[in-house]
Every structure is written in structure tokens, then in C-alpha cells.
């Protein structure tokens, strides 16, 4: 198990006082769909994937900051673009006051060594046909570095040294396959550190190792920080590493920051539904300290076609009215009404209902709904009420009702009516360091004047 050590482990100078390292402003990074054939003749977009859409944020000289999620958040690409290995397709980043989002490979060389990365896999992450001494030590011969072959093996050998791979003439001659996962991962952090980088990303470096190991890992990237004066950018999805890693953690829903802020106070006291939803799902190992656990409903939507206003609504028992409701959260409703039912119950609910039809532009907030074969649009209205009036009084913490304007016939078929979505902004909560997109922290803002 994983503990704090008794020293913080990001050491000094990761402060709000630090410089700023990184500075990153309304990063985006899309990835357009290929779409149809048919559709690609006839010109019709295909869209795209919003993988990082509007991330904001600072990292700090010695600083340790978490990207904290899901698979599909965008963390991982998130981490890629703060070094040059994905384009951004829109924003800044800056690198001590320089921009390099838009820069070339060209331009980005000479940056490459202060910009480095350990990736998720360790087994993939080494060329099987080079032996570690080339391997470790690829990256003074790509930035020229090195004047001969006596330095260049003693600055391999200094660096498998510091990542414990001792003694290192036992290594040099060794190719991957003769190394196990951990080995590996040390090696391939040798790699990244030779060159003397200032900036380490490091994406789920732990997570494919034993875990007997883990813990061996993390500890030698804080001695390696310690040592060269690193900065971590470390993706997971492991809240516990993150917990005992981190200085800052920011939690990223669907492209998104959602919650940023020390890792103390946000573990301490989760602002956002969703930062709640992750640290209830940490598995208890006492089974007489077990709880029944309220874990989102759902699977994380596809980023190609986001939910409106808030991206987590559609998962979040506690959304209000402006969090985005729209015809798919009616469906999504209907549908889990009628997994629940006999069969009998809900053909015979189903066949009330026609198709639906939804605005031509996102966001107008309103649903038309044809009736079925021999029924009328009060027969849907008449449903849908006895619906919100039965949630009411057996599952009042069901949200969708919440963003429901009205509800009312026009021209045969049944309307429905949403608030108007908005979408939540990165907020600073007084006296915390925290900042949270939800709208019941805005809410709550405008309550007390701040």
C-alpha cells in the first residue's frame, strides 16, 4: 500500500510563488471524422472528436500535476500536446513565455530535450532490435550532445545508475526482452532523463507493472525529481498514486477540467459530483468499513457528439435546470424506465410514443414527439406528466425533470421544452485553491454575492 513519506514529496518551489513553467489557455485539440463516402462527395462535414476543448491552466517550476479520469477524458492527449506530440487545433502553450503550440519539428527540435516523456507501456516503448546501451543513450546522438564514445557511455551508464539498474555493465548489452516489466520502465526512464530534461510527462507509467513494483516506481521518480530538479506532468486514472504523486490534481470529464486544485484539499473535500463519483468507487479493503457506494449511472458519452452545457448531466444525480437537458436525456430516461418494466408494460408504453423530432441546430432546447398509431399528442403529454408526477414522489433525486421548461401540444404532436443549456465555467472557490465548472458551486457563489 502506498503512504505518504514523511517529507512532501514534491519538495519546495511548487508553489503559486514558483515560475511558471507551462502556461496553457483555451487549449483545444479536435480530431475530424473521416465520415461516408457519400458524405465526404456531397460535402457534409463529418465533425470531429474534441478530445481537449477549452483547458486552462498553470503548471509551476517543481510542481507535480495529476490529469486525473476516465479513459476517453483526454488526459492522455492532453499530456501528448503540453510536449509538441499532438497539434493543437486551437489555444496556447507556452514554454517559459515562449509559444510552441503552432511550432514545426523543425522548431520543436531543440526543445525536445527539455520536453520529455515516459509512455504507458514499457515493453513497447524499446526498440526490441537495440541492445539498453543504444537505447538509454539514443538521445545524445539525436541532439548531438556528446563528443565521444567514452562520454557517451559514462553518461549512459551515470544515468542507468540513477535509475537503479546497477551494476550497469550487467545492462548495456542486454536487449528488452531480457528485462522484466520493471526493469524496463527503469530503462525507459533512463532514456527520458539523459538528456536533462525540466519536464517529465508521464502517462500511466505504473499501470502495466506488477504491483509489487508500483510503488518502487513512483518512489524513484520522486528521487529522480528530487535529484534534477523535474517537473511531472503524471496522467492515471489511479486516484491513490495520484493522491501520494501529486501536489496538484485536475480532474477531466469528456475534455475538460471539471475540478483543479491541491491534491490535499481536493481530496479532502471533492467539490465536484463527478470528483465525488471517483473517490467513492476506491475500493474499501475492510469489509466492516463497507458502504454502499452511489456511483454515476451510465457510460462516458462520445466525444464526437458531447452532451450540451455540462458534459456530465446525463451521469450527475444532483444537475440543475441550465446543465443541458435535451431530446437524448428524454431517451436515455425512457429507455432505462423500460429495461426496468415487464414486457407487456412497456410494449404497451412504447407503442404511445412516434418518433422523436429534434431541432435542426444543437441547443434550442426543445423535442417534438409524433404520437403512435391511435393515440394522441395529449395521450403523450398525459404519459409524460404521470411520469414526472411518479418521479417526484418515488425518486425525487431524478434530475431530468429539473430542465424540463414545458410541456404542450402543437400541431399533433407533443413538445417539450428545455432551459436553455449554459455551459459551467472554471470557478475559484474563496479560500481553497480549488476551481470547479458546476453550476450548484455557481449557484451558491450567487447566493452568498461572490
Known amino acids: 500500500m502506498l503512504t505518504k513519506p514523511d517529507v512532501k514529496p514534491s519538495g519546495e518551489g511548487a508553489g503559486d510563488s514558483a515560475e511558471a513553467l507551462v502556461e496553457v489557455a483555451d487549449l483545444e485539440v479536435h480530431f475530424g471524422l473521416r465520415g461516408s463516402l457519400l458524405g465526404r462527395f456531397g460535402g457534409k462535414a463529418a465533425g ?34 503540453l510536449i509538441g506530440l499532438n497539434k493543437a487545433t486551437g489555444g496556447s502553450i507556452r514554454y517559459r513565455g515562449q509559444e510552441i503550440s503552432g511550432l514545426g519539428e523543425r522548431a520543436l527540435r531543440p526543445l525536445r530535450r527539455k520536453l520529455q516523456m515516459v509512455f504507458q507501456d514499457p515493453h513497447a516503448s524499446l526498440n526490441p532490435a537495440m541492445d539498453i546501451r543504444t537505447a538509454v543513450g539514443h538521445p545524445l546522438r539525436i541532439h548531438g550532445l556528446v563528443d565521444s564514445e567514452q562520454e557517451y557511455d559514462a553518461r549512459v551508464t551515470d544515468a542507468l545508475e540513477r535509475v537503479g539498474l546497477t551494476p550497469p555493465e550487467r545492462y548495456l548489452g542486454k536487449f528488452p526482452a531480457d528485462l522484466s516489466g520493471g526493469q524496463k520502465q527503469r530503462a525507459v526512464l533512463a532514456r527520458a532523463i539523459i538528456a536533462e530534461p525540466e519536464l517529465l510527462v508521464a502517462d500511466e507509467p505504473i499501470s502495466m507493472l506488477d504491483m509489487s513494483v508500483r510503488a518502487k516506481i513512483l518512489q524513484l521518480m520522486l528521487d529522480l525529481k528530487r535529484d534534477l530538479d523535474l517537473t511531472y506532468v503524471y496522467v492515471t486514472h489511479d486516484l491513490a498514486s495520484a493522491k501520494f504523486f501529486c501536489d496538484t490534481i485536475a480532474i477531466m470529464y469528456l475534455g475538460r477540467i471539471v475540478e483543479y486544485g491541491p491534491t490535499e484539499q481536493v481530496f479532502a473535500d471533492p467539490q465536484h459530483p463527478y470528483t465525488k463519483a471517483l473517490l467513492a468507487a476506491i475500493p474499501e479493503p475492510d469489509p466492516r468499513l463497507a458502504v454502499e457506494r452511489e456511483l454515476p449511472r451510465g457510460e462516458i458519452p462520445d466525444a464526437a457528439a ?61 423535442v417534438s414527439i409524433a ?32 430542465g424540463v421548461v414545458s410541456m404542450h401540444a402543437e400541431s399533433g404532436r407533443a413538445v417539450v421544452e428545455f432551459a436553455p443549456p449554459r455551459d459551467p465555467r472554471l470557478d475559484l472557490i474563496p479560500k481553497t485553491g480549488v476551481q470547479v465548472a458546476c453550476h450548484l458551486h455557481q449557484h451558491a457563489a450567487s447566493a452568498q454575492g461572490t
Open 306 to 366: 458531447p452532451p450540451l452545457g455540462c458534459a456530465f448531466h446525463p451521469r450527475c444525480p444532483v444537475a440543475v435546470a441550465e446543465c443541458g437537458w435535451e431530446a437524448r436525456d428524454l431517451r436515455a430516461l425512457l429507455e432505462r424506465r423500460w429495461l426496468d418494466l415487464p414486457p407487456e408494460t412497456s410494449a404497451a408504453e412504447k407503442a404511445l410514443l412516434g418518433n422523436f423530432d429534434e431541432p435542426a441546430a444543437p441547443g434550442l432546447g426543445t
Open 48 to 81: 470531429a472528436v474534441k478530445a481537449v476543448d477549452g483547458v486552462n491552466l498553470t503548471l509551476r517550476k517543481g510542481e507535480v500535476l495529476g490529469l486525473v479520469g476516465e479513459s476517453g477524458s483526454g488526459k492522455t492527449t492532453l499530456g501528448r500536446t
Open 371 to 402: 404520437p403512435g398509431r391511435s393515440h394522441t399528442a395529449e395521450d403523450v403529454l398525459e404519459y409524460l406528466r404521470r411520469l414526472r408526477e411518479e418521479a417526484s414522489a418515488s425518486d425525487p433525486r431524478e434530475p431530468f425533470w429539473r
